[in-house]
T-cell receptor
């Protein structure tokens, strides 16, 4: 078990370009979450999946953002037509549904810089 | 709407001393969970301690303990015998019981803890 991994760790892009991030959760975890963390702030929830189903989306997730988890394992987060305001750390977390176990395990994040 | 407030942007503690980080939250729910996460510089967040709201006993994990005051909606973290490795951002987080249909965490803005040698 290597924990939650995210790729790439850093991404620099120009405004208007599309970017895609990948998250690989802990292998047996069936829930996967995406958060966004801007400088000086705590993580803000974007969306989460249970297996392949996307069950909740924040209003922060504009129509330029799309997330998928096609086989219930890894997930991708795509941002289309990036804007400078999208610059942030994008965190992925995973958890396992167990009675009384509510811990989310976080990955190292992907830091996005939009020029 | 649920909110989490951490009013101390930065705290300092001398090595081997004790420090308390504050957290307050607002919710109309009665069943929920509270967490403290640690985020070292350029490293991923890890769970420090967890408290279930239905439990009256304060959670303890080695040098870390909480003071959970449900009526006051307060959830402070006490770090005893502070070590240099405790230096990090600390986030307080809230999660409502999943029977409400959501599993998201709501985080505070964090407290940066500096440990002085």
């Amino acid at each position: 078990d290597t924990g939650v991994s995210q790729n790439p760790r850093h991404k620099i892009t120009k405004r208007g370009q599309n970017v895609t991030f990948r998250c690989d959760p802990i292998s047996e975890h069936n829930r996967l979450y995406w958060y966004r963390q801007t400088l000086g702030q705590g993580p803000e929830f974007l969306t989460y999946f249970q297996n392949e189903a996307q069950l909740e989306k924040s209003r922060l997730l504009s129509d330029r953002f799309s997330a998928e988890r096609p086989k219930g394992s890894f997930s991708t987060l795509e941002i289309q037509r990036t804007e400078q305001g999208d610059s942030a750390m994008y965190l992925c977390a995973s958890s396992l549904v167990l009675a009384g176990n509510n811990e989310q395990f976080f990955g190292p994040g992907t830091r996005l810089t939009v020029l | 709407a649920q909110t989490v407030t951490q009013s101390q942007p930065e705290m300092s503690v001398q090595e081997a001393e004790t420090v308390t980080l504050s957290c307050t939250y607002d919710t109309s729910e009665s069943d929920y969970y509270l967490f403290w996460y640690k985020q070292p510089p350029s490293r991923q967040m890890i769970l420090v301690i967890r408290q279930e709201a239905y439990k009256q006993q304060n959670a303890t994990e080695n040098r870390f303990s909480v003071n959970f005051q449900k009526a006051a909606k307060s959830f402070s973290l006490k770090i005893s015998d502070s070590q240099l490795g405790d230096a990090a951002m600390y986030f307080c987080a809230y999660r409502v019981n999943p029977t409400s249909g959501t599993y998201k965490y709501i985080f505070g803005t964090g407290t940066r803890l500096k440990v002085l040698a």
